[in-house]
């Protein structure tokens, strides 16, 4: 899997629209920043688990990015269908960014399982460094979005991750 | 009541069920593990045995046989039977007791099939002569002779070469049949194109003089460019007969270099080696059956360790795709590793009612065929023949 796939699949399955529903009222620079942080620790751990995990369950790294894409498409096309999430119920203050940003709207099942499978591909360095770029991306929607662009965007960004996610189970097929 | 906190995080943690639910749908645990070099030589000889134990004295080889109802099925493969003899001249070769005499006794088939067309000696009991049978049985002769240092056969070698080299049309595609009296040879198979070159490039190896690299090198061109194009095989074929020839070639004091169509192709066949590795490894039974079906013929996962061995070693004699080199090695073991566990072992076979038809072989759905048993004896003896390899490269640096 090239690290434009793997970037460009974050940036889809961490879906920056859908993450923007979530901005606080109260704070959201100090909530993005606890997200942030929260979210690049989450990548750390996981892509430093991958192996382990994957051998666990007796998983090929070929097979993870199968599983992966998979994923990724599952959360593209529930994305496509749903509305955006609320910023409430969360936790107060700049706690919010743990809940719900960090989890659940970056921290899917498809952000974890391609975040380990391009760990198990490429190595965990560009893994967490692809997963830093689509949490970055999509802390800047947070912050940034307005909430027009919510519904109709994250539509659109779910039509790319199924696409891209399609890609990764392709990735995953045909290699060794 | 639920606290709105909590239950949009197990709403959340709900849809992470899910979502997992359904990739272990799409992707299951492969069971893979690495045999040990003593359980491939034990599954090799077993497997030699049952030859041993199923050849009667026309040479000929119980074909199919039906373990639930302990009943030979009868019927034939001329092609086959030329297949069973390389696997037992390349178990002979590799000190596996017994093998040659086994391949021996099997050639008395052959000399009855022996028949003589416009274009040289050819294989066949009708009208139509297949021409993969004469590669595979070029194959066998070839061992042979490197085996033994006989050269009784040469002259036949010779021959059979010849026929093939006539058979390889312009494009570099061959001719799957041949008529035997007219000569006019036609059709397409999607393991022949393979088989040939493979034979083509050992008697290029055995024979320098004999003109029969330039037909080899066309019909690796063709191979690599234009026959999954052309001939449409679906599902793709990987192609255990080309790796055999990539590896034979890559011998010749003046091997073809490695083209960007090269390098596509062995993309395609890798990848298709190692998917089809990681899906018959996911076949663990219990609801696997459903989600999987059943396990795949044995004749079916051999060739998978067949070509993923003799990539492996001219690979590794080069030096090339280092970076797939662990996954390639993970893909063979695990293939050689799922043929030692399916085979039928002694004390399996006492319960049978015919424990010299059953022990040693492979089944599925109750039946085996003699292909079964010799793709999986060439598929572990590769990958004893690897780990050799590596051995002695590894003494030697």
């Known amino acids: 899997m090239t690290l434009l796939l793997l970037t460009l699949g974050l940036v889809a399955a961490a879906n920056p629209f859908r993450v923007s529903g979530t901005r606080p009222t109260e704070r959201p620079l100090d909530a993005a920043l606890v997200a942030g942080i929260a979210s690049v620790v989450a990548a750390i751990g996981l892509a430093a688990l991958s192996g382990p995990f994957f051998d666990a369950i007796d998983i090929t790294g070929s097979s993870a990015r199968i599983a992966a894409g998979v994923a990724v498409v599952a959360m593209g096309v529930k994305d496509m269908f749903t509305a955006p999430p609320q910023p409430t119920p969360a936790l107060a203050g700049r706690w919010a960014g743990l809940l719900p940003i960090a989890f659940p709207a970056i921290f899917t099942p498809a952000v974890a399982l391609l975040v380990m499978a391009g760990a198990a591909d490429r190595g965990v360095v560009p893994a967490v460094a692809s997963a830093t770029v689509a949490i970055g991306v999509a802390l800047a929607a947070l912050v940034l979005l307005r909430p027009a662009m919510r519904r109709i965007g994250q539509s659109l960004v779910g039509i790319t991750a199924v696409g891209l996610g399609a890609l990764v189970v392709l990735d995953g097929v045909y290699a060794i | ?397």
């Open chain 2, 1 to 397: 009541m639920v606290p709105p906190l909590l239950r949009r995080l197990l709403h959340a943690l709900g849809g992470w069920v899910l979502v997992f639910g359904l990739t272990a749908v799409v992707v299951h645990p492969e069971g893979c593990r690495v045999p040990s070099t003593a359980e491939l030589d034990r599954t090799a000889t077993r497997a030699v045995d049952w030859f041993g134990a199923n050849i009667d004295d026309a040479g000929d080889f119980t074909y199919r046989y039906d373990r639930d109802r302990s009943v030979d099925e009868g019927g034939y493969s001329d092609t086959r039977h030329a297949g069973v003899m390389w696997s037992l001249w390349q178990a002979e070769s590799a000190g596996i007791d017994g093998a040659g005499e086994i391949a021996e006794r099997a050639f008395a088939r052959i000399e009855r099939l022996l028949v003589d067309t416009p274009l040289g000696p050819a294989l066949g009991t009708g009208s139509q002569a297949p021409t993969g049978a004469i590669g595979l049985l070029v194959a066998a002769l070839d061992e042979r002779r490197a085996a033994t240092g006989l050269t009784d056969h040469d002259e036949l070698l010779r021959g059979l070469g010849q026929t093939l080299a006539a058979v390889v049309n312009r494009d570099g595609s061959v001719s799957a049949s041949i008529d035997v009296s007219s000569g006019v040879h036609s059709g397409r198979s999607p393991f022949f194109t393979g088989e040939i070159l493979w034979a083509l490039s050992r008697l290029h190896l055995t024979f320098p003089d004999d003109g029969l690299a330039e037909p080899a090198r066309r019909i690796r061109h063709y191979l690599v460019t234009d026959r999954d194009r052309v001939e449409e095989h679906w599902p793709p074929v990987s192609d255990h007969w080309g790796a055999y020839a990539f590896e034979t070639m890559d011998r010749w004091p003046d091997p073809p270099a490695t083209s960007a169509a090269d390098d596509e192709w062995l993309d395609r066949q890798l990848g298709l080696f190692g998917l089809q590795v990681r899906y018959e490894s996911q076949r663990q039974g219990g609801i696997t059956r459903l989600t999987r079906g059943p396990i795949a013929l044995a004749a079916g996962v051999g060739t998978l360790g067949e070509g993923l061995g003799n990539h492996l070693l001219w690979l590794d004699r080069n030096g090339q795709r280092t970076s797939d080199r662990g996954d390639l090695i993970a893909r063979a073991d695990c293939a050689a590793a799922l043929l030692v566990d399916r085979q039928i072992t002694p004390e399996q076979a006492s319960t049978d009612a015919e424990p010299a038809r059953t022990m040693g072989a492979w089944f599925r759905l109750g039946d085996t065929q003699m292909d079964d048993q010799q793709h999986a004896l060439s598929a572990v003896l590769l990958l004893r023949q690897y780990r050799a390899t590596l051995a002695s490269s590894e003494a030697t640096s």
